[in-house]
């Protein structure tokens, strides 16, 4: 009979590498097999326009916001979109499909380099995958010409 034997530098190093795998496979698994579904039972708005108050953090002029476009705010991880005059929407910044953050906003999506991933300024639904969660909502205020963070 032959026994293997392993150094403690190799198990050592297993170990290490199983320490940061399970917490990566965790993060990217579900019961189905498939994107786990990052948004939960959160819920959480934009706003129309008409909404006053709100002591969060100023973002931007409403004027800094392009009609159906948006701006990404990298700082904040979050999107704040205008898909129509003074309505005006928040999205957190991060792809549902492996959590690269979002690059840029234009043709009416909010859009993921890493993969190709497109989310709609409307209502963050995936307008073209990998991804197949949506972007959590993020609420926000607006008052005046002021959006700030909810």
């Known amino acids: 009979m032959t026994s293997a034997k392993i150094s403690r530098r190799t198990l050592g190093g297993l170990a290490a590498a199983a320490g940061v795998g399970v917490p990566l496979l965790a993060a990217c698994s579900s019961d189905s097999g498939t994107a786990a579904d990052p948004v939960g039972n959160a819920t959480s708005g934009g706003t129309d326009g008409n909404a006053s108050g709100g002591s969060g953090q100023a973002l931007a002029k409403t004027s800094d916001i392009e009609v159906g476009g948006g701006t990404i705010f990298t700082d904040e991880q979050v999107v704040v979109t205008q898909p129509s005059a003074g309505s005006f929407k928040c999205f957190t910044a991060i792809c549902t499909h492996q959590g690269c953050p979002v690059a840029s906003v234009s ?35 607006v008052t005046g010409n002021s959006i700030s963070l909810a």
């Open 107 to 141: 043709d009416g999506t909010i859009n993921c380099d890493c993969h190709g991933s497109q989310f709609s300024i409307e209502d963050g639904s995936v307008v073209s995958g990998p991804a197949t969660f949506p972007l959590a909502e993020e609420k926000i205020t």
